[in-house]
């Protein structure tokens, strides 16, 4: 009995978790093209830090990342 509560948490766990990366929010446009002036994709604005670090974030993190990200592709250059 002991081991099947345990083994039901663990799938309740996972399962939140499956779920929460479903559901989370995300910039990607699918535009992924490296501005090496600037550091940033021209797509969606973050940094390739940001990018590699999305899934581990916050929630928190991740919005304040989102709030910038309005000004940060405004200030991109045109691409040439």
Known sequence: MAA???RLRQWRA???KN???AVMET???KICTYD???GLCRGCGRTLDEI???FSLTDAERRAVM???PARLSALKPAS
């Open 36 to 38: 090496p002036d600037s």
């Open 67 to 69: 709030e910038v990200l």
């Open 19 to 21: 779920l929460k990366l």
């Open 27 to 29: 910039p990607c446009v």
């Open 52 to 54: 590699g670090d999305w």
């Open 14 to 16: 996972f399962e939140e």
């Open 4 to 6: 099947s509560k345990s």
